[in-house]
């Protein structure tokens, strides 16, 4: 249900047979980048980490809050990438490349409804009775899957109105649509937020009179508790930070990704090219360093929070996203790095800038990254697999009852390190021994899993 496998030519017919185009191989490095960030967060020891590395509680801006707004940025990126079709120019339509939305639109609703499914399954395992009794309808995958499926409509929808005008016919409406689709949309999405946060009166008698960012009597809590009661919700509690509402402003992140890789799609000669990389990169960290100044202005009157996703913490990670995107391209695609599906000493070794040694100390670095990154959903759900069982298997310590993930730190670690940094290692431990081999060899053999 979850993957199809494709399996890579072998290498002396890759040998004979060369790719037509040139890959990019900032998108996959990106990608790594966020599956490295959030294997390092999500295995975290609770009790031992540093507060950075956790959630910030209320207000604020930590390490871990970056993950989530990264997935729904390299979301967005892929929507153009895989559906490049709706910006290729007319005359390729009349060549028999027209696309068939009804196609798109099943695919589209298959593959969002396949995250939710996913989700929902993460949320009930390891399937016991209270697990079951409490499972949440709302989740990181699941909102994943729903921001997906109003982008990618969005997409569907307006990317015609990107392509050149055949003429005067029908001007108005291909602005309005472009309009829409670069900037009215998110807008719309964060005004939206706004009127409901600071308008809405809430008819619990604890939250009469309280208005704003009071989460618990926010119309967040208001709704996901009315439609499925607080034993759904997470921990129990009348606010869910994955909640309905708030998922409109998460939107912005997702729709975010999609503006870069509509340029990307709709620049790709530009980007196959060395100076090409470097100018689209040079607008990139233009554009993301000006949305995240934006996010930590507005964040004066909004504070910047992950829990109610305000509009302030929107822009300043799509700020950051972008920025980081930008950077990844240059090194990877602006002949900094050496190319991961190049062998070393040849092509890729020998065109980047960087000194001869210093690229065979780092090349690795680059290809692992390359390797995470083309499997970001496949590890996203496997390190929550792998936590989710080790947090459920009790083990006797110290008198009491432990779960084995915690114990394993503590006995092996935190017994003779610092605790902040024993978590850290336990975490880098997990990425480089488990999760780096599973990528390089499924990169080795050419298997890409996707929904």
Known sequence: MITRVSTAQPAAEATKAPPARRRIAGLDAFRGCLVVLRILVGSQVWGLASSVMLHAEGFGLTVADLVFPGFLFIMGLAIPVSMSVFLRSPASHDAGERPDRHAHLLRIVRRAGLLYVIGAFLGAYPFLPEALEHLRFTGVLQRLGIVYLVVSLLYVTCAWSLLPAGGTRGR????????????????????????????????WPECVGVRGLVAECSLEAYVDTSLWGVEHNFDGARFDPEGVMSTWVAVVNCWAGLVVGMDVVRNRARYRTTGGVRRRVALLIACGTGCAVAGLALGLVIPIGKHLWTPSYALVTVGIMTVGFGLVLLVFDGELWPKADEPAGVG??????????????????GDTLVALGRNPLFFYVLSELVIITLNHIPVRYHGGEESLWTVGAELGLASWMPGPLASMVWALLWLLLFYVPIARLLMARGWYIRV
């Open 172 to 203: 108005g409406g291909r602005l309005l649509a472009r309009t829409f689709l670069l900037g009215g949309f998110p807008l719309l999405c964060m005004a939206f937020w706004v009127v409901s946060t600071y308008t809405f009166h809430n008819p």
């Open 348 to 365: 890729g070794a020998s065109a980047g800038r960087l000194s001869r040694a210093v690229r065979r100390g780092f090349g690795p670095v």
